[in-house]
């Protein structure tokens, strides 16, 4: 009992003096990673008893092994006081709060916790390591990191070192406190320039700073992407061109299909085309569409086709009143773009240029037909006219037409010319007994008619006849008046009528009857005279015609005839009968004329000789009778 004591009393005087059992070091919070080792320092002053560890309360023994925990063990100079646990490898059931106790001195360290960190797998990427996608249609991607990694990692998505956004988090839990997987979904939307793309998921936590990456590879199905060329670009109306329709695909291409103006172009295959240019290609442009297992893409290009002019709207024709303003338009389309001018119908003088015309203030002799002309472009080709028509209105022009002149009563024709736009709401007739637009009346009837395009004019024109029937003196002393009116005046004009006498044309008729007998008969008297003495002599001198005859006085047989004394003197014609009808006709014909001069007859004395012996009968006519 004495020793026990004794030791009591020690400690109590020891405690008095200042050397009370005490830390020098505890254990403080200690993070390590899963599979390392983990020390908690503890050192005690002043204290030579026993030194002992505790696991959440959990007595883990005195002994520098600790037996029962083979992981565990405590090391240190236990005479200076170092008492330090030792765990390796760490497990994560190691993950607990520990403190180091003195149970003799009744103390206890303050509770040091120990995190266990477990660093995250390498994560797994769905469909990976090659993922397939289509360009252009949205995609999820999928990361996933299993195992109890403590703490839980981070996912994080890559490309190019550059980290992604559009990503969302989901954590599964296996039970309370623990984690069983975690997985992270990157949404894009992929291009065709994506195709080969490396994207890394990076997970990451405490436990493991640099984290563990697993890289994939973006497969990228697309549609075609299309390039359209065409050599040359530029072409002359006519000329060859060629397209050339390239595109990369994923799957591969499976068809192309060719149109112009969004009309299919038949029997085009492939990716080439050859067409012959012509303007409709600048504004009908080609495309190219190429298809495959995804979809399909096209591209278009215009060609620039240099070509001539080509009307595309005429003029129209024009009607408008005296005084006001005329436009003309017409449209024409080339590349490059035509000269335009105008110019009217006969005329060489430019009006104007471009598309548009006008003309100020028109008055009727601007009524005609203008021209629009295109100028051939660069080939040469193309070009051309186009003409519209136009028409003043202004009140009717009339000019009389010329009438012939009529016999006192017979009938009459008198006529006038009517040029008027808009047409004349009437032609009429006036006269001192009165007037008629149409139809009859009494002597007068009254026709209207076109006139032919011979006329020419100032617009359409009407012919207005007059007819007479049973002319009357004062139709001939009185004149005709013929008036047209429209809406914008009236015009008119006067005809007269001329008269015709009938005596001068009896005087004609009697005077040829006249001449035709006259030349009868002295045919007849050349015939007699001829078969008479055998012969005749014709002379053509100075236009005469000669005819054997015999004077009162002398015997107009040859001297054969007269020896012989042929009964043929005794004939019934015999030589003073036709004398006498000669001489008869000549007095005739000198004392009265009934051509009152038309013709000429006079008659030849008679010659000395038989032979020379003629009559002479010279005729003259005013271009109806010259016989030589």
Not at 63 to 83: N, T, V
Not at 360 to 378: F, H, I, Q
Request: hydrophobic share 35%; glycine share 10%.
């Amino acid at each position: 009992m004495l020793v026990p004591a004794l030791l009591v009393l020690f400690f109590c005087l020891k405690g008095h003096a200042g050397l009370l059992p005490h830390f020098l070091q505890q254990p403080a919070d200690l993070v390590v990673l899963l599979g390392d080792e983990a020390r908690l320092p503890c050192a005690l002053d002043a204290y030579s008893g026993l030194v002992q560890w505790t696991k959440d309360g959990l007595a883990l023994g005195g002994e520098r092994d600790l037996p029962g925990w083979s992981r565990y063990w405590i090391s240190g100079d236990a005479a200076s006081g170092q008492h330090n646990l030792h765990i390796r490898p760490v497990e994560l059931e190691d993950q607990a709060s520990y403190e180091c106790q003195a149970t003799q001195a009744g103390l206890r360290s303050r509770p040091a916790r120990l995190h266990v960190l477990v660093p995250p797998k390498a994560p797994q990427v769905l469909g990976g390591p090659s993922v397939s996608l289509v360009a252009g249609v949205p995609a999820n991607l999928t990361c996933r990191s299993h195992g109890n990694a403590h703490p839980t990692p981070e996912l994080l998505w890559f490309r190019d070192g550059v980290r992604l956004d559009g990503t969302t988090f989901h954590q599964t839990l296996l039970k309370e406190g623990t984690t069983g997987s975690v997985e992270s979904i990157l949404s894009l939307t992929p291009s065709s320039h994506d195709d080969g793309a490396t994207l890394v998921c990076r997970a990451r936590s405490q436990a493991l700073p640099t984290g563990k990456d697993t890289a994939i590879t973006l497969s990228l199905q697309y549609p075609p992407v299309v390039t359209l060329s065409a050599e040359p670009q530029t072409v002359q109306e006519g000329e060859k061109v060629t397209f050339l329709c390239q595109a990369t695909a994923q799957p591969p291409v499976t068809g192309y299909r060719w149109a112009k103006g969004g009309s299919p172009v038949l029997g085009a295959r492939g990716p080439m085309l050859e067409v012959v240019a012509d303007a409709s290609f600048l504004t009908s442009p080609v495309s190219c569409e190429v298809s495959n297992a995804v979809g399909s893409a096209n591209c278009s290009t215009a060609l620039d086709v240099q070509f001539g002019p080509i009307l595309l709207a005429k003029p129209e024709p024009m009607s408008v009143d005296v005084g006001e303003d005329a436009f003309f338009s017409c449209a024409w389309r080339g590349n490059p773009l035509p000269r335009v001018t105008w110019t009217r119908r006969g005329g060489v003088q430019v009006l104007g240029s471009g598309p548009t015309l006008r003309l100020r203030s028109v008055g009727p002799e601007d009524t005609g037909d203008y021209v629009c002309r295109a100028e051939p472009g660069l080939t040469g080709l193309g070009g051309g006219a186009a003409e519209a028509r136009l028409t003043v209105n202004a009140p009717p022009v009339v000019t009389a037409l010329p009438s012939a002149p009529a016999f006192l009563r017979g009938p009459a024709r008198l006529q006038c010319l009517v040029f008027a736009s808009p047409a004349p709401e009437a032609v009429v007739w006036s006269w001192d007994e009165g007037f008629l637009a149409k139809g009859s009346w009494g002597r007068f009837l009254v026709e209207t008619f076109p006139a032919p395009d011979s006329y020419g004019g100032q617009g359409p024109g009407l012919i207005s006849v007059l007819h007479i029937s049973g002319t009357q003196e004062s139709d001939f002393s009185q004149g005709f008046n013929c008036t047209a009116r429209n809406r914008l005046g009236e015009g008119g004009t006067r005809v007269s009528l001329g008269r015709r006498d009938l005596l001068p044309t009896v005087r004609i008729v009697a005077g040829v009857a006249s001449a035709a007998m006259t030349l009868l008969m002295v045919l007849t008297g050349v015939i007699l005279c001829c078969w008479r003495h055998g012969k005749a002599s014709f002379s053509k001198q100075n236009n005469l015609v000669r005819i054997p005859s015999s004077s009162r006085g002398s015997s107009s047989r040859g001297p054969e005839e007269e020896e012989t004394g042929s009964s043929e003197d005794q004939g019934p014609i015999g030589q003073t009968d036709h004398s006498d009808l000669v001489l008869d006709e000549e007095r005739a014909l000198e004392t009265k004329d009934p051509t009152n001069g038309y013709y000429k007859v006079r008659g030849v004395s008679p010659c000395t000789s038989p032979d020379s012996c003629v009559t002479s009968l010279q005729l003259r006519s005013a271009g109806i009778f010259n016989l030589p």
